[in-house]
Structure formats: C-alpha cells, structure tokens
C-alpha cells in the first residue's frame, strides 16, 4: 500500500458511503498493515494555563468570548506541571499533553515552557504541547527542549470554519502546522465533528488533512462536548440532529485510518458519552489512542476504571512509545 497525499475529495466521499461492514473491514486492514491492532497508546492531558484566550472558537469554555464562568488563570507552576507528569506516568499514561488557554504564547512565557518539555521528557513520557500560533523562533525553541508533538488542529473543512472560528483564520494554522513541520517536531493535528456541520465538511476536513505534505503522526478526533455558555453549546443543546450518530462518528474514524495509515488516531473529546459498543467500534475503525484520566481541559472523561475494565473486555493493551509500528506494507 502506497501513503498518498493526493486525495479528492470525491475518492473521500467514496469512502464514506461504503456499506458499513465493507468501511471497518479496509480500515482494520489498513490497520493491521501499520499497527498492532490490539495496543492503544494512553495519553494524559493537562490544562496548564486556563481560560481567558483571546480566540472567539465557538466550542470553547476557555474562550473570553465565551460565558461559561470559567475564570482565567495563570500558567501553573512548572513543580505542579511535573508532579501531575509523575502521576500520569504512574498510571500507565505514555504521552504528555499540555495546554495552554493562548491565542499565542509570550515570549516571556518560553522558559517556563521549556522548563516543562525537558522535565516531563526526563521521565521517559512523551510530550505535547498546544499553545495556539507560534513563531518560528518560537517553534525553534520547542524543538530544541525536544518536544516530540505540537497539536495545533484544523477543526474542521476549509468552508466550515467561518461559523466556528473568526479571530484566526484556515491559512493562519496552516502556517503554523508549516513551522511546526520545519523545525522537525512531529504534528498533531484533527479537529471535531458534531459542530452542526455535514458529511461535506466532514469530507473536506479529512481531506485537508489527508493532503497535508505530510500527514499529521497523531490525528485527534473529537466529539463536541456542548458547553453551557460556548456559542455551539448554546446553539445545540437542544438541536438532537446536530450531534453526530455514532455510526458516522466510526465513519468518520475509519476514513482517517485509510486515509493516513501511519498516524496514531486518538479517540479524544466527547468519548465519556459513548457507549463501550461504540468505543470498541472505533478501536476496530483503526482508533489506537486515548485520553487518560477523569478529565481533559476543562470537559469531563471516560476515568482509568472504565477503560481499564473496557480494556480488559477487548483485550487491549497499552501501546508505549518504544515500539515500533508495524510499517513492513508502505516500506
């Protein structure tokens, strides 16, 4: 199988409208081709500076648009940062995540982050940070502390974007995944469905993806989590057709398995709310990562106990960092 960057949207869309059986069984070889089909990689996630972000993103309570009550905070303390890295670490997680409620960071800000790339590395976890825009220097300075992922995602399809996002444009984090790329940190990039938009949009997000120069290594798809006071959370909650059926959501999971075999395709916001039917779906879609823990940013999650016993269910197990994707197929 050869790794393509030059998708249509009409080869996409064909994807999507195979019979369901026939769209599980391509993306679970696919899977099986790169992956072992029965390691999931945990990851935990960490507000380190909440609220108050200058960005008007429709699904965020961390948004100063945003009335949701969510007071905004200071960037945590560097010890706190890496004693919550200890404790992810204990638990099983493999990935670090950390993020900051920006629109860009400060410069004055860059030691402090440095500070928690190389403590959160020297325990042997991955890290991943997501800090809004950045500036080459910037990027630069990521990548030297050794920071192995920056997340910085698209959200949705070029046309979409307009009714969720209006302070930051399509092209603006397109620049950014550019100098994320150059300065050699591996890119996280997806984004969320269940926003209100259609399969088309659904379509053109993987699609911006999926043509990217290089794919994204990691590739978030997320649910919306509805928050009281968000833009979206007030447009939805009471709008049952604008959140996405479960079915769709595992289309959605297998065609960006297909379509960017290498990337590790994390199973992200909005997973507290599934069925375990329709997480093992996902797994079988080609979904291999999860977020850890009883929380993300500032949205509840599944919690260790349940995807442990979900886990147990399946027969998965964890997937670490040291080993090696199965690649023999693309090679």
């Given at each position: 199988m050869t790794v393509r960057t030059d998708w249509t949207r009409e080869e996409i869309a064909d994807l999507f409208d195979l019979p369901f059986n026939d769209l599980l069984w391509r993306a679970q070889s696919v899977h099986r081709q790169h992956h072992d089909p029965n390691a999931v990689q945990l990851s935990t996630l960490l507000s380190i500076k909440t609220g108050g972000c200058a960005e008007d993103c429709g699904y965020c309570s961390q948004s100063a648009f945003a009335t949701s009550g969510l007071k905004a905070e200071k960037l945590m303390a560097v010890?706190?940062?890496?004693?919550?890295?200890?404790?992810?670490?204990?638990?099983g997680s493999d990935r670090f995540c950390m993020g900051a409620a920006w629109r860009e960071p400060k410069d004055r800000d860059m030691d402090a982050i440095v500070a928690m790339i190389e403590g959160v590395k020297a325990m042997g976890l991955e890290t991943c940070m997501t800090l809004g825009m950045l500036s080459e220097d910037q990027a630069g300075r990521l990548a030297e502390a050794g920071l192995d992922y920056y997340n910085?995602?698209?959200?949705?399809?070029?046309?979409?974007?307009?009714?969720?996002?209006?302070?930051?444009?399509?092209?603006?984090?397109?620049?950014?995944?550019?100098?994320?790329?150059?300065?050699?940190?591996?890119?996280?990039?997806?984004?969320?469905?269940?926003?209100?938009?259609?399969?088309?949009?659904?379509?053109?997000?993987?699609?911006?993806?999926?043509?990217?120069?290089?794919?994204?290594?990691?590739?978030?798809?997320?649910?919306?989590?509805?928050?009281?006071?968000?833009?979206?959370?007030?447009?939805?909650?009471?709008?049952?057709?604008?959140?996405?059926d479960d079915i769709e959501f595992v289309r959605t999971v297998a065609v960006a398995r297909i379509t960017m075999p290498h990337a590790i395709v994390r199973l992200s916001a909005g997973r507290e709310s599934m069925s375990d039917s329709t997480q093992a779906l996902c797994f079988l879609a080609g979904a291999n990562s999860i977020f850890t823990g009883d929380r993300l940013l500032t949205t509840g999650n599944a919690g260790d106990d349940a995807d442990a016993r979900l886990f147990a269910r399946l027969g998965l197990h964890p997937l670490h960092s040291g080993s090696e994707p199965v690649r023999e197929a693309a090679e």
């Open positions: 010890d706190d940062v890496l004693a919550a890295a200890r404790e992810a670490r204990a638990k910085h995602n698209l959200d949705t399809s070029p046309e979409y974007y307009g009714e969720v996002i209006t302070t930051r444009t399509y092209d603006d984090r397109l620049d950014t995944l550019e100098k994320v790329r150059n300065a050699g940190i591996n890119v996280c990039c997806g984004g969320i469905v269940g926003m209100g938009e259609t399969r088309a949009d659904r379509i053109g997000f993987l699609h911006a993806l999926a043509t990217l120069p290089a794919h994204p290594e990691s590739v978030p798809i997320n649910a919306l989590v509805p928050v009281a006071g968000t833009v979206l959370g007030d447009m939805l909650k009471d709008v049952a057709e604008a959140r996405i």
